[in-house]
């Protein structure tokens, strides 16, 4: 029992870092444009399917890392110069059609690339078995995204924390009118944003290839919960991100994990069966509406 | 000298409803003039026409003119970027920055004043934000967030100041620390564009003063012809 919570944990912990990389631009992008961006878990996909292709190719899951990472962010700066820019004046049910379209034309490109059929990126050899953790036994490969995810958050967080540009980031997502009447180019802080965006998510995608299946389709299951994330933290804040994010890493990966066998101890075990799985799926969406009914715009809302 | 402000027949609308029908103002470099009237009465628009805060197609006719340049539509922040600056009404700061972020954040001395406005400078003006440097914008009091609101504009270095109600809502203790420091400011020199209440600080105050009613300049004169004439307080003012 103790190695399960320890390992659960720390998937959840895994998890819900991995969420991060991708709630943190969707909640800048939603907070300081005001925009919905469905297509954000494209981006995700695309890193994963590149990333894959690249490590494949070369032989390397770095060079599939790099690829991933640096070709979203072109891609990312390519879709919201050409695409994204002229829909932020337009209200939210053109944004959320456009952008869904915008899913449909991703899934169809990635099928006619790279086939209907699931890819297969293996994680670094020397990365394969598992290792020990305070005495427990816990797979190499998911330690290592759980480092990459703590590096790439104190980044962020301390390059909206402390630097010239993250304030303008903090300023535009409180006041966007405000913060331009400032001088700040708000425009153009956004591409830079979008780019971030778009790398963080090509980085999830492709660190997580490994453990999920690289398949059509999986940026949208995963865009669920990270507007979930975002609506929990406070839409516009990165420290909601970080703090929505492991929260619902946590509660889903303990939930599934635990759940069943906890109401097994109070109910029968066909009742227990049968409701811990129900339970377990729907606890973060029963997290989000407890954190609403306590704090309407989420735990730390950006907006004034 | 030439003027650094100049509005021309400046008319605006939202939607059907039009706002600004003929508003002219001509500011020289130093000096400091007032909008006046009442409430309602388009002087916050046109402020925000001046700032472009108003959205493009509410701009409907005229012009204006800032240092030569047609400035009339453009984006805000290349407005603010070519030496514009509002303390807005209401002060809207940042409650997510702390006060020194809001000093440091849009900091420039793009006209290369000789002696430009920094974080620090604002500390030595407004000591009591200097105690308060670690706060957020939300945490402090209203006179705070109004100097805040000020020592934020002043560190963009701007070469024209638009203050818009920064003594409302204040109690009178600093309601006098903001005459004072808006003293001090045009003794530096410091061009700056007024909207208050009180015409009595604002005639010792300005130059000179342009009174807006419905959309419309109505009076137009210095701070001496505004004194001498108490029937135009009556009639526009409404004191």
């Known amino acids: 029992m103790a190695q399960l919570i320890f390992e659960q944990s720390l998937n959840g912990l895994q998890f819900g870092l991995m969420l991060f990389l991708l709630a943190a631009g969707l909640t800048l992008v939603f907070g300081i444009m005001d925009m919905i961006n469905l ?9 994963a399917y590149l990333g894959a292709a690249a490590a494949q190719a070369s032989g390397s899951f770095l060079v599939g890392i790099a690829a991933a990472a640096l070709g979203m962010a072109v891609i990312g700066i390519l879709l919201e110069l050409a695409v994204l820019r002229h829909l932020y004046r337009r209200d939210h049910l053109a944004q ?12 169809e490109l990635v099928r006619m690339v790279w086939g209907p059929q699931p890819l297969m990126l293996n994680p670094p050899p020397a990365l394969a078995g598992p290792v020990e953790v305070l005495g427990f036994s816990y797979p190499a490969y998911r330690l290592l995204i759980i480092a990459v995810g703590l590096a ?9 924390g402390h630097t010239r540009a993250g304030m303008w980031v903090r300023a535009g997502a409180s006041n966007r009118a405000m913060a331009e009447a400032l001088g700040v180019d708000v425009r153009r802080l956004f591409t830079g944003i979008f780019a971030l965006g778009a790398l963080l998510c090509g980085l999830a995608g492709v660190l997580l290839g490994p453990l999920l299946a690289v398949q059509v389709g999986m940026g949208e299951n995963i865009l669920i919960l990270a507007f979930v994330v975002i609506v929990i933290g406070g839409i516009g804040s990165i420290r909601g991100a970080l703090v929505g994010s492991l929260l619902v890493g946590m509660v889903d990966t303990l939930g599934r994990a635990l759940l069943p066998s906890l109401l097994r101890t109070v109910a029968s075990p066909e009742v227990a069966g049968q409701l811990g799985p129900a339970l377990a799926s729907i606890a973060i969406y029963l997290l989000m509406a407890g954190i609403l009914i306590w704090r309407p715009a989420g735990l730390f809302p950006a907006r004034t | 000298m030439t003027a650094l402000l100049e509005l021309d027949a400046l008319q605006a609308a939202y939607g059907e409803s039009q ?11 130093g000096e400091v003039a007032t909008l006046l009237g009442r409430n309602g009465m388009g002087k916050t628009t046109t402020v925000r026409a001046i700032c472009g805060l108003m959205p493009p197609q509410a701009m409907r006719a005229g012009r204006i003119r800032f240092d030569g340049a047609d400035i009339a539509g453009q984006r805000p922040d290349r407005i603010a970027r ?28 793009r006209a290369g004043h000789a002696d430009p406005w920094t974080p620090d400078k604002v500390f030595a003006f407004f000591p009591q934000l200097a105690e308060r440097r670690h706060h957020l914008g939300n945490q402090l009091s209203g006179g705070e ?14 070469r024209l100041l638009i203050l818009d109600e920064a003594t409302e809502g204040l109690a009178p203790l600093i309601r006098e620390e903001i005459w004072r420091c808006l003293a001090a400011l045009r003794a530096a020199g410091q061009t700056t564009l007024v909207i208050d209440k009180y015409v009595e600080r604002l005639i010792a105050l300005a130059d000179h003063h342009t009174i807006i009613e419905k959309g ?5 004169g210095t701070s001496a012809a505004l004194d001498a004439d108490h029937g135009v307080w009556h009639r526009y003012l409404g004191v």
């Open chain 1, 152 to 160: 790439v958050a104190a980044l962020l967080y301390g390059l909206v």
């Open chain 2, 145 to 158: 967030q109004q100097m805040l609101a000020i020592g934020r504009a002043l560190t963009t270095n701007p």
């Open chain 2, 19 to 29: 706002v600004l029908f003929d508003i002219g103002l001509s500011m020289r470099p």
């Open chain 1, 96 to 107: 959320v059609l456009a952008t869904f379209a915008l899913i449909l034309i991703a899934n």
């Open chain 2, 82 to 109: 070519r030496g514009i600056a509002l303390v807005p009404e209401g002060r809207q700061v940042f409650p997510n920055l702390t006060v020194k972020e809001h000093l440091v954040a849009f900091a420039a001395n």
């Open chain 2, 216 to 220: 419309r300049v109505v009076w137009r």
């Open chain 1, 39 to 47: 297509s954000h878990g494209s981006l995700y996909m695309g890193g």
